[in-house]
């Protein structure tokens, strides 16, 4: 019986295995690394957009600096730069200025989508790629405020075609930011200890002569506040 | 299993195979991120847009800001510069939202025909049918046989009305119940008020302004303390609150009012009311003595045959005149009379469910089944809707433009925060479209497509984008919120002259008749000789003599009925709002159903026990309903509350409680003013136990010093000793506060046994850095008028699930703010049952203490349960498993477990605030001190690169308080509003025995008589006696020197 249910265990170790790779596959982080995220409504390439086009984040993800939500373009961003002048006309006169002869079927195809969606006044029903784990707050807001760069949390976006998940945004792996153990570009962790309202905060007690001997201890290059109330509420 | 295979080996192999199958298992749900088409301007995903409005749930008309999230209004505020509002709301104005987002409302126009299920329809089907039918009729000669009852419209929507009415020659016919009631009373400076039955803390005038001008006029925090005194048959709320109850004979309020005036003599007044002749004078010295006197009245629970002579004793105990209170019934019920002898052809409705809230004698259900074309307005699927064979829902206030003028120098705007929910539409744009399709050159002239919004800015004198843009912003036009107490009457800023006619109360084509026949009460001199014709009386089933003699089915009416209006529900129009019915009733506690009202000698006499159902009957109907043991009730004298007993209005309110409204007769005062306050009633017991009845806490405090009072001359005698008074600010000698504030909030205080090593050396409970934030509360008791609007808020603001009464009557209701109320102090629970038990009421908002000590932390096995650097005592979520070990240990009972995952019905799911997380089965919660609104402070402060202030954050129950109980911030800083406020010489720690070290400081409630003190008074009470000792030993004179001990008992030692 015993030996049965060994057995059985083992035989059922590599199927465990194989659906932990999967599992686990999202979340690997390494350099060089061919991975593609999920595929989306429309076959949006962040390295032609953020890499070959040097499109700045924050003129499609608008609301990072102020919103908890990084924000995503509306249909109307997307048609203002591929139907020029279109944005402003009712969908139904929206020029067809994207699908251009000297490009291939396959772009003129997914370009037809995009003007598609546009004149049905419908959402792309983008693909959440980013998902953060339940019952946690996060401000986007407060991280660009400090300095943070957007490929620190995203990867190099820049280079993705397919954006997929570069971190495994877990608490471990906040918590790892926030405490100072996770390294940052000099340039970069300077900003950031700048800025820090937590660093701030405990320099004020210090100056203002109060104890401040728990603040230092455990993380010596602590950078933001790890309570639990910061994220979770 | 007996060859060798262990339990243990057994484990490991399941465990092993489990791993490797959870792991095996991989979400595939897509999760979408749908954008915008379009972005609209005003919107960032994420950041809240605020939009101003007015409140229309009750006739007050409270300036609001409504908070939307991408479009959702998710919580409904003050408007701060309004002056009716002040920033602040009551718990009717808090569940608004609820309406907005009900799931059982009227999700589009519908037509019924007679034996058919109702039947969906196009808005431009559903115009062109009333179009169609107002044409036959008028054709047909008989235009005059339409009648449109409306509710009482101001501003450009009654303009519109009256217009409409007389382009298609139809009439007029107003009712709202509590419509016609003064609110523009200013008494926050005054030193005496007294009430003939105007519930003003609850729905009488204007509610919320009133309980700020009410904590303002009796608050030692400012330094004033006027008395009130209560004149009704019964105590709700607003009786609870006063310092006197005078409960005349029922019938003769009148008299007690011209007693006092002096017109009539007291000893004969005496005489007639039962209220001692020495109590008249009393009273008639101190109103004449006092600096500024205000009467108030009549209210519902007075508003007899005699309003009238009522009305006029208060007018002149005011000194001037005013306008008749109660509206004029006189239109309606010939109107109805009319519907009855099949005169009138179709009816339109837009009043508050008529059906519902119009006494059951005088028959409107039935008229209104004779009248063949019958269209409804409502929103909600209310009685009067569901009779309709038409219904055209109109918006919902938070989705329409409108107008309302509360007060003469109110005008106050209504506009949409977000797009209707459903397929509505608003009133306005169907008259103004039927008006098209019946070319009513007189509404739509020249027959333009203008929609009621271009109506309503023709209204408001057009005017260009700026200063329009600036009325909207700013809610309307209105004088600025006055300063203080003493500047209550200075009207400051510039009324714009106003284009229509506000609170228009003569509709057109309203026959004024002539007064039916009005019962007289028995003892009330003042009945005006009725001067109606014969028949308007015969027609009518109103009892002509004493209305005692003609009810039928055995026993006595020996009691006389007050049906009195709900804090909750209104006239009934927010019962469907599952927070209100969650919300306990603030006198009885009871949520989710009806009772009456019996004092304990009349139970005894009946031989009926609390819980009991009471069959109560009168000339008019009768009801079944559970019986409420409460001494704030005259003997001869039974109180149902309205607002509940719905046979349709959606599934949280069908068939729920009991409509007392049956019982009533269509009697109305010599004005013409409703006069529910005119039946005799027989009660009887029948042995049968409600299993409806459920009363949440206890009516003593089992000489726990809870909720604790000082008397006005103790406080005084103590604050001579120990430091005068500037107003605003209350010098503080309190030993223990200021210890308190000088430690950062938290020094463990030590005691004497082994225990006392706790908190070990090194750990964090208690102990903070110094300087650092330090969140916490003060509690005035003396301004809390215990009416739960912070409880509503505090749902709204934190996705607190509505567990409904059956897990309710388990005790699983989730309120993570609930008030408390004490009838008694000791552990005797008869003490809550004599006569003085209302004399000396507490309320007391209970939340979580945020101890600083907490017990709840040390036994949790996950660390669940903690405590942030600011002084949070913090739950979180995704750690608890549910053990309750934190619930069980937690003296106060402020931790609320789901026992289920409970469901927000869609589209209320939208309500949810998308900055709290919303909890699931299993976890523990609790009051956070609104820690979202703590965090977005500081990161806006953030942001701005500054450091937090305290001032910037406000929690959701400080910020709706009516009476501005509650004052938040960071104690740690001696300058604070909290700090200053925590240094009072009433404060004082719930419990503090425990050793908890609790954030919330509590005030003493303070009374004019001798408070109630258990028998821990003087442990409890010790601080003062020992502060009064050394300095000089002053303290305490009169008659509370035998409550001062000399020493102060060890904590700890003797309590419990």
């Known amino acids: 019986m015993k030996r049965i249910l060994i057995l059985l265990g083992v035989l059922l170790l590599p199927v465990g295995a194989w659906g932990a790779y999967q599992g686990l596959e999202t979340y690997q982080d390494e350099p060089g690394d061919k991975r593609q995220g999920p595929e989306q409504p429309i076959a949006f390439w962040h390295s032609v957009h953020a890499g070959q086009n040097q499109i700045p984040c924050m003129y499609c993800h608008y609301s990072a600096e102020r919103s908890e939500g990084a924000g995503l373009p509306s249909v109307q961003v997307c048609v203002g730069c591929h139907a020029p002048g279109s944005g402003a006309l009712p969908p139904e006169q929206a020029q067809l200025g994207f699908p251009q002869a000297t490009r291939n079927k396959f772009w003129n195809a997914e370009a037809t989508k995009l003007v598609d969606y546009w004149r049905r006044g419908e959402p792309i029903p983008w693909v959440k790629v980013h998902d953060l784990p339940e019952h946690v707050q996060f401000p986007h807001q407060s991280h660009v405020r400090v300095g943070l760069q957007c490929s620190t949390c995203h990867g190099q976006v820049q280079n993705m075609e397919l954006v997929y998940q570069a971190s495994t945004l877990r608490m471990g792996w906040c918590i790892s930011c926030h405490t100072g153990e996770m390294e940052l570009s000099p340039q970069e962790d300077a900003t950031v200890r700048q800025r820090s309202s937590y660093i701030q905060g405990v320099r004020a007690l210090a100056a203002a002569g109060s104890d401040v001997r728990g603040v230092d201890t455990r993380w010596p290059h602590q950078r933001a506040s790890v309570d639990c109330t910061v994220c979770h509420y | 299993m007996s060859d060798g295979m262990k339990r243990r080996d057994f484990l490991k192999t399941v465990s092993v195979g489990g791993a490797t199958l959870t792991a095996a298992c991989k979400s595939d749900g897509v999760e979408r991120l749908i954008p915008y088409v379009v972005p609209s301007e005003e919107i960032v995903p994420g950041v809240p847009t605020w939009y101003s409005t007015t409140c229309r749930e009750c006739p007050a008309g409270c300036g609001m800001h409504v908070e939307t999230h991408e479009g959702r209004a998710t919580k409904v505020e003050g408007n701060p510069i309004q002056p009716i509002s002040r920033g602040n709301l009551c718990a009717r104005g808090q569940a608004s939202v609820q309406g907005l987002y009900h799931p059982d409302r009227l999700q589009g126009p519908q037509v019924v025909e007679e034996g058919l299920e109702p039947r969906n329809i196009t808005w431009g089907g559903a115009e062109q049918t009333l179009a169609r039918r107002i044409r036959e009729l008028q054709s047909a000669g008989r235009g005059a046989s339409i009648a449109f009852l409306t509710e009482r419209y101001t501003g450009t929507m009654d303009r519109l009305v009256d217009d409409w009415v007389r382009a298609i020659g139809a009439r007029r016919v107003v009712y709202d119940p509590y419509q016609d009631q003064p609110r523009n009373l200013q008494f926050a400076d005054a030193d005496f008020l007294i009430s003939f039955g105007a519930d003003f803390l609850e729905t009488w005038g204007s509610p919320v302004d009133y309980a700020w001008q009410f904590a303002q006029m009796r608050s030692p925090m400012i330094g004033q303390r006027g008395k009130f005194v209560w004149v009704a048959p019964h105590q709700p709320l607003t009786g609870l609150n006063a310092d006197e109850w005078v409960a005349p004979r029922p019938g003769t309020e009148a008299l007690v009012a011209q007693a006092i005036a002096g017109t009539v003599d007291v000893n004969s007044a005496a ?49 001037r005149a005013s306008a008749p209170q109660g509206g004029d019934m006189r239109p309606l019920i010939q109107l109805v009379q009319q519907m009855r002898a099949g005169q009138v052809q ?91 399709y019946l070319r009513l050159n007189t509404v739509t002239p020249g027959n333009n497509g203008a929609t009621y919004y271009d109506y309503l800015r023709n209204a408001w004198g057009g005017g260009t984008g700026d200063a329009w843009r600036e009325i909207v912003k700013r809610g309307g036009s209105y004088p600025a919120v006055p300063a203080g107490p003493n500047t209550a009457a200075e009207v400051a800023g510039a009324v714009p002259p106003f284009a229509t006619q506000p609170a228009s109360g003569t509709a057109a084509g309203t026959a004024n008749v002539n007064a039916p026949a009005v019962p007289g009460l028995e003892g009330t001199q003042q009945v005006v000789t009725p001067t109606s014709p014969p028949s308007l009386v015969t027609a009518l089933p109103v009892a002509t003599g004493s209305p005692v003699s003609t009810f039928e089915g055995g026993g006595d009416a020996r009691f006389h009925l007050v049906v009195y209006p709900s804090y909750r529900f209104f006239d009934g129009r927010t019962a469907n709002r599952p927070w209100l019915l969650e919300l306990p009733d603030p006198v009885t506690k009871v949520p989710w159903t009806s009772w009456a009202e019996l004092h304990p000698a009349s139970a005894k006499e009946l031989g009926v026990r609390q819980g009991e159902i009471l069959e109560i009957r009168s000339p008019f109907g009768a009801v079944r309903v559970p019986a409420y043991v409460y001494p704030g009730v005259r003997r001869d004298v039974v109180a149902i509350q309205t607002g509940l007993g719905h046979k349709a209005f959606g599934r949280y309110t069908e068939n729920r409680g009991v409509n007392p409204n049956l019982l009533l007769g269509p009697t109305a005062a010599p004005t013409g003013a409703f006069a529910p306050y005119s039946v005799r009633v027989s009660v009887q017991g029948t042995g049968e136990k409600s299993g409806e009845l459920y009363e949440q806490g206890n009516r003593v405090q089992l000489d726990r010093e809870i909720a604790q009072a000082v008397s006005l001359s103790e406080m005084r005698a103590f604050d001579a000793v120990v430091g005068a008074k500037v107003p605003g600010t209350i010098p503080g000698q309190n030993m223990q506060v200021e210890t308190l504030r000088g430690h950062g909030g938290f020094q463990p205080v030590e005691t004497p046994t082994d225990p006392a090593a706790y908190p070990p050396p090194g750990t964090e409970y208690g102990q903070y850095t110094e300087g650092k934030t330090r969140w916490a509360m003060v509690i005035d008791n003396d301004r809390c008028i215990g009416c739960g609007a912070c409880v509503t808020a505090c749902y709204a603001e934190n996705n607190i699930p509505v567990v409904g009464p059956d897990q309710v009557r388990k005790g699983r209701e989730m309120s993570w703010l609930r008030i408390e109320r004490y009838f008694g102090v000791t552990q005797d629970q008869e003490e809550a049952l004599r006569d003085d038990a209302t004399s000396d009421v507490r309320f007391l908002p209970m939340l979580c203490q945020h101890c600083g000590n907490a017990p709840c932390e040390p036994v949790c096995p996950v660390y669940a349960a903690y405590h942030t650097p600011d002084g949070l005592n913090a739950q979180v979520y995704n750690r608890c498993v549910g053990t309750r070990y934190c619930a069980n240990n937690c003296p106060y009972k402020v931790r609320y477990f789901n026992w289920f995952t409970y469901q927000f019905a869609a589209p209320l799911h939208w309500q949810l605030n998308p900055d709290v997380t919303v909890r699931e089965k299993g976890v523990m919660e609790k009051c956070t001190f609104c820690v979202q609104r703590i965090n977005e402070g500081q990161r806006n402060a953030s942001l701005e690169g500054r450091p937090l202030n305290d001032s910037e954050v406000t929690p959701a129950c400080v910020q709706t308080c009516p009476a501005e109980v509650f004052v938040f911030g960071n104690i740690a800083d001696p300058n604070s509003a909290v700090a200053r406020a925590a240094a009072s010489n009433r404060s004082y720690r719930i419990l503090e025995a425990q050793n908890t070290q609790p954030a919330i400081v509590y005030l003493q409630k303070v009374t004019l008589r001798e408070p109630k003190k258990g028998h821990h008074a003087d442990e409890m009470y010790g601080k003062r006696g020992e502060a009064g000792r050394e300095h000089g030993g002053a303290a305490g004179t009169g008659s509370t020197g035998s409550q001062l001990e000399p020493h102060r008992a060890p904590a700890g030692a003797g309590s419990h």
């Open chain 2, 346 to 436: 179709m009816l339109l409705i837009s009043a508050h469910n008529p059906v519902y809230t119009l006494p059951g004698g005088l028959g409107f259900e039935a008229a209104l089944r004779r009248v063949p074309d019958r269209v409804s307005f409502s929103t909600f699927p209310d009685e009067t809707a569901m009779l309709c064979t038409l219904r055209l829902p109109d918006h919902h206030f938070l989705e329409q433009w409108n107008d309302y003028v509360p007060r003469p120098d109110v005008r106050a705007l209504v506009q949409p925060t977000m797009r209707p929910v459903f397929n509505t539409k608003q009133t306005g744009d169907v008259l103004l479209s039927v008006a098209r």
């Open chain 2, 271 to 319: 005489q007639q009311t039962g209220v001692q002749a020495q109590v008249l004078q009393r009273l008639a010295t101190e109103f004449r003595g006092a600096r500024k006197a205000v009467a108030m009245g009549p209210g519902q629970a007075t508003a007899g045959s005699n309003a009238s002579a009522l009305q006029a004793a208060v007018d002149r105990l005011n000194g």
